[in-house]
C-alpha cells in the first residue's frame, strides 16, 4: 500500500494510527513490525504517539531510523561479512581526518580536496555502489577515476580498524542479505508488516533494503508525498515513489487530499504551482477551513526594503492580537537571513534561525571578521590566533605554542611575537618560519591599505589573497557553496561601512545581541528546513530568478524539485501568505538587477492579492472587503 499523502492531511497520524491498530487488534505481535523513519526526532514522535494510542506494548517494535534498525541488526550479523559486532561507527570528523591520512600516506591516488572526495564517496553508498560496482561501471570510474583508489583505500581502512560510516550501516545490511539468503529468510519471516514513514525521500540503498524485505510488497505500507520530494541533494530518488506501481504492481493506491491546515485561497496557489510538474502522481487538495486572505504579492525595489517591509508587517499582525510564534520567514539561501536579523535587532525584534545559527555567528564570517580585525588591530592575539592557519598553512598547535612561549617571554602580542621571529636570519628559517614570514607580510601590507580602500575591498582582497576562498572553492560541496554566499554576503554589509573601524563597532553590537529567551519569537527558516513545519503566518522572500529558482537548479534540470519547494513552502502556512521579492539584490559581491521568479506567473491569479511593485497583463478583480489576519 502507498499512502499519497499531501501536505496537512494527517501522514503522521495515519501511520501511528495503523501501527497502533495493529497492535491493538492483536493482527501482529510487536516484534513483528517494522517501523522505520528519517529522523530520530520522528521515531520518538511516532512511538509516543502509538503508546498513546495502544498502550505499552510497543516497546518491542522495531521502530526506529533507517540507520537505527541496520545498526540492530548488524551487531547481530556484523561476523557474517567479516566484522566483529563491537565496531565502531565514525562521523563525519573522523571520517574526514582518516581520508586525510590516507592521502597524506600517498594510499590514495590524486584525489581532490578531502571534503569534495567524502561527499563522493558517501553518494556513492546511498546509492549502494560497492568498489566492485563502479569497476563494473566505465562512465562512473571514468567520471571519478581520481577519487576511486581512494574509495578502495578508504574501505581497506575501514574494516582493518573494525569500522563503520553512516553510509555502511545500510550499505553492508543489502549486502548481508544478498549474501546470507538464511538471515533475509528470517528477517522477511519475522516482520509481516513493513512501514515507512517520508518514503518520497528513499535513496537507493534505502529502497533496495525495503525491496528485500518485502520483495512482493504485501507486507509494505508506505506514507509518502511525491509533491514534497525536495532532497535530491542529499540523495533522495523521487523515482522511488513514482515507480511504485511498476515495482509493485498489485499496489493498493490511497490518497489522503483533505488538508487540514490551509485556507482555500493558499491552497489554490499552491495546487495552480505544482500542476506545472509533469512527473507526479497527481491528487488535488481541498480544504473544510473557512476564512483567510487571498495569497499576497508585494515586489520592492531592493532586498533591504524587503525587510523592512516584512518586518513592519510583522509589527501590524502582532499589534491585531498575533504572536511572534505565528508567524515565519522562509528564504532559499541562507545567506537571505542577514538583512532580516539586522532590521529586526533594529526594531527590537525578537526572532531565532531555525535549524542553523545566526549570521554573523557563522564559522565562515567568523573567520573572515578574525582577518579584519587582525589588519585593523594586528595587536588582537584572539583574531590572530583564529586565522593563523586558516587556511592550512603548516603553522599548527605546536607552532602557535611557540609563539605563545615568545609572547609570554617579551611580554607582548602574538603578532608581536611572530614579527619576532620573522625577522632573525632567513637562512635560519624552519619550513613553517617561511609560512609565517609570508603571513606576517600579508597581515603587515593589507594593514597599510586600511585608510586607502574600503571596508568591503578589503575583505574580498584578504579572503582572495589568503587562499581562504580558494580553500572553500575547492570543496566542491553544497556547504562550501552556501558559505561562498555567506561571504559574498558579508561583503556586501560592508559596503555600507566604508571606514572598517566604524563596522567593527557595528559587527560588536549586533554580535553582542542575544536572541530573546522568551518562546514569542519570529522564525527564519530555509525552505528546506521549513518542511513539516506549520505557521499563521508565512513569508516567502526572494522569489527572483537566480535566487528561487536556484541558477544550479535551471543549469542542471531541476526544475520540477524548486517547484516542490515552493510548494512546500505555501503550504507550511495556515491563513497567511505573503510572496515578496526585490528588483536589486547584491549577490556574489555585485548588484544585480533581478526578474520576479517565473514560478510567480505560474501561480492561480484569482487567489492573488497584489500588494504593488508588480501587475498582471490583464485586470483583476478583487473583494473590497477581504479579512485581514488576525
Not at 501536505?7 to 497502533?20: E, F, N, P, S
Not at 561507527?89 to 574526514?96: A, F, R, S, V
Not at 614570514?437 to 571596508?455: G, Y
Request: glycine share 6%.
Amino acid at each position: 500500500m502507498l499512502v499519497l499523502a499531501g501536505a496537512g492531511t494527517g501522514k503522521t497520524r495515519v501511520l501511528t494510527t495503523r501501527l497502533a491498530y495493529l497492535l491493538k487488534k492483536a493482527y501482529a505481535d510487536p516484534q513483528e513490525i517494522l517501523a522505520v523513519t528519517f529522523s530520530n526526532k520522528a521515531a520518538a514522535e511516532m512511538r509516543q504517539r502509538t503508546q498513546a494510542l495502544a498502550g505499552d506494548n510497543t516497546e518491542s517494535v522495531w521502530l526506529g531510523t533507517f540507520h537505527a534498525i541496520c545498526n540492530r541488526i548488524l551487531r547481530r550479523y556484523a561476523s557474517l561479512i567479516g566484522y566483529d559486532s563491537d565496531f565502531t561507527i565514525l562521523n563525519t570528523d573522523d571520517q574526514l581526518r582518516l581520508i586525510k591520512q590516507i592521502l597524506k600516506e600517498g594510499r590514495g591516488g590524486k584525489a581532490p580536496a578531502p571534503t569534495l572526495a567524502l561527499n563522493v564517496i558517501s553518494r556513492w553508498k546511498d546509492r549502494g555502489l560497492t568498489c566492485i560496482d563502479l569497476e563494473l561501471a566505465p562512465y562512473l570510474y571514468e567520471r571519478y577515476k581520481g577519487i576511486f583508489p581512494l574509495y578502495v583505500a578508504y574501505e581497506e581502512a575501514l574494516r582493518r580498524f573494525n569500522s563503520m560510516d553512516f553510509g555502511d550501516l545500510l550499505l553492508k545490511v543489502v549486502q548481508l542479505f544478498e549474501s546470507h539468503e538464511s538471515v533475509l529468510a528470517q528477517f522477511q519471516g519475522q516482520f509481516r508488516h513493513v512501514l515507512v514513514d517520508e518514503y518520497q525521500d528513499t535513496n537507493a540503498v534505502q529502497y533496495k533494503f525495503l525491496k528485500l524485505l518485502a520483495p512482493t510488497g504485501e507486507t509494505l505500507c508506505c506514507v509518502g508525498d511525491d509533491d514534497q520530494s525536495i532532497y535530491s541533494w542529499r540523495g533522495a530518488e523521487i523515482d522511488n515513489i513514482l515507480n511504485f506501481e511498476r515495482d509493485f504492481p498489485h499496489a493498493h493506491i490511497v490518497r489522503l487530499e483533505q488538508n487540514y491546515r490551509s485556507t482555500i485561497p493558499i491552497l489554490a496557489v499552491a495546487d495552480s504551482l505544482i500542476q506545472k510538474n509533469t512527473e507526479r502522481l497527481g491528487k488535488t487538495l481541498w480544504t473544510c477551513v473557512s476564512g483567510g486572505n487571498l495569497v499576497r504579492l508585494k515586489g520592492h525595489w531592493r532586498s533591504i526594503e524587503e525587510a523592512q517591509f516584512v518586518a513592519q508587517d510583522i509589527l501590524r499582525l502582532r499589534n491585531r492580537g498575533g504572536s511572534f510564534a505565528e508567524i515565519a520567514i522562509l528564504v532559499r539561501a541562507g545567506f537571505q537571513t542577514r538583512e532580516f536579523e539586522e532590521v529586526f535587532i533594529a526594531l527590537g525584534l525578537p526572532y531565532r534561525i531555525v535549524g542553523n545559527i545566526r549570521f554573523y555567528e557563522r564559522l565562515e564570517i567568523r573567520d573572515a571578521l578574525a582577518y579584519l580585525r587582525v589588519i585593523a588591530i594586528p595587536h588582537d592575539s584572539l583574531a590572530f590566533e583564529r586565522v593563523l592557519n586558516v587556511p592550512k598553512r603548516g603553522l599548527g598547535k605546536a607552532f602557535l605554542q611557540k609563539l605563545y612561549t615568545i609572547s609570554q617571554e617579551q611580554r607582548c602580542s602574538l603578532f608581536e611575537a611572530a614579527h619576532f621571529v620573522v625577522t632573525k636570519d632567513p637562512a635560519l628559517y624552519t619550513g613553517a618560519e617561511h609560512h609565517l614570514c609570508a603571513f606576517v607580510e600579508l597581515i603587515t601590507r593589507w594593514h597599510d591599505k586600511i585608510n586607502v580602500l574600503p571596508s568591503a575591498e578589503l575583505l574580498k582582497g584578504l579572503l582572495a589573497e589568503s587562499g581562504y576562498r580558494a580553500m572553500l572553492q575547492a570543496e566542491k560541496t553544497s556547504e562550501a557553496e552556501g558559505r561562498l554566499e555567506n561571504l559574498d554576503e558579508f561583503v556586501r554589509a560592508l559596503a555600507d561601512f566604508p571606514v572598517l573601524k566604524d563596522f567593527l563597532d557595528h559587527i560588536s553590537l549586533v554580535s553582542e545581541s542575544t536572541p530573546s529567551q522568551d518562546k514569542d519569537f519570529i522564525s527564519i527558516i530555509t525552505l528546506h528546513g521549513a518542511k513539516g513545519l506549520e505557521f499563521e503566518a508565512v513569508f516567502l522572500c526572494g522569489w527572483e530568478e537566480g535566487l528561487f529558482p536556484h541558477p544550479r537548479a535551471i543549469d542542471e534540470g531541476g526544475l520540477d524539485e524548486e517547484r516542490r519547494l515552493a510548494y512546500v513552502g505555501l503550504t507550511r502556512a495556515k491563513r497567511l501568505a505573503t510572496i515578496t521579492f526585490a528588483r536589486q539584490r547584491q549577490m556574489h559581491s555585485q548588484w544585480q538587477t533581478t526578474m520576479p521568479s517565473r514560478f510567480i506567473s505560474e501561480l492561480d491569479r484569482n487567489n492573488i492579492e497584489l500588494l504593488g511593485g508588480i501587475s498582471w497583463e490583464e485586470n483583476q478583480h478583487r473583494p473590497e472587503d477581504k479579512k485581514r489576519y488576525f
